[in-house]
């Protein structure tokens, strides 16, 4: 039998990578997953959220550690900064999600990645948040990615890449796309 050599391409097991895709479209119910994070409230504006198993592959994993998230808000919210706030670490998790998406699908290209940098910002108006106007949405009016991308690859190549990102990253459609959140009381 021949044995098959992994083709690692950013860091990316490419060989694996398409074997999964083969995988999922073989056997659909490999490919739906589902995330869970508990969370807690410590005091004032500060709270943990704590990420450890997840069902994926027709399997549920715990990680060998769980890992935690410190929320808090700057002191001119209220709060005493002991962590990003909540709308920072949904910038942080875009900036993670979309750079996954792009250095996989170079990967799978072929395409070589050297760095890439990216900047994110968005516009928030309180007045919603405090419901001092309530034509104001409390969240982001929108959110702008900028990226410094070197790599063996041509501008257009980049760009593709960039598109590509913006149209499979689940953070990216998660929040760009209505998603139903349903929150309840436990008893």
């Not at 490419?14 to 997953?33: M, N």
């Not at 072929?110 to 919603?128: A, P, R």
């Not at 106007?133 to 960039?162: C, M, Q, W």
Request: hydrophobic share 35%; charged share 25%; aromatic share 6%.
């Amino acid at each position: 039998m021949a044995q098959v050599t992994e083709k690692i391409v950013n860091g990316v097991n490419v060989t694996g990578l398409f074997e999964t895709i083969e995988t999922i479209k073989e056997k659909p119910e490999v490919g739906k997953y589902n995330f869970r994070a508990t969370n807690k409230w410590i005091g004032g504006t500060e709270n943990h959220t704590t990420v450890n198993d997840f069902y994926g592959a027709c399997k549920t994993f715990s990680r060998k550690k769980p890992h935690v998230f410190v929320k808090d808000e700057p002191e001119s919210l209220l709060g005493t900064d002991k962590g990003a706030n909540p709308v920072e670490y949904l910038l942080a998790g875009l900036a993670g999600c979309v750079t996954t998406s792009i250095v996989c699908h170079a990967a799978a290209k072929g395409i070589k990645i050297h760095s890439i940098e990216s900047k994110l910002e968005g516009d928030i108006d309180l007045q919603g948040l405090f419901q001092i106007d309530e034509n104001v949405n409390p969240g982001y009016r929108g959110i702008n990615i900028s990226f410094k991308i070197k790599a063996d690859a041509t501008e257009k190549e980049l760009e593709e890449l960039v598109e590509i990102a913006k149209k499979v990253s689940p953070v990216a459609n998660t929040i760009s796309r209505p998603t139903p959140i349903n929150m309840s009381l436990e008893k």
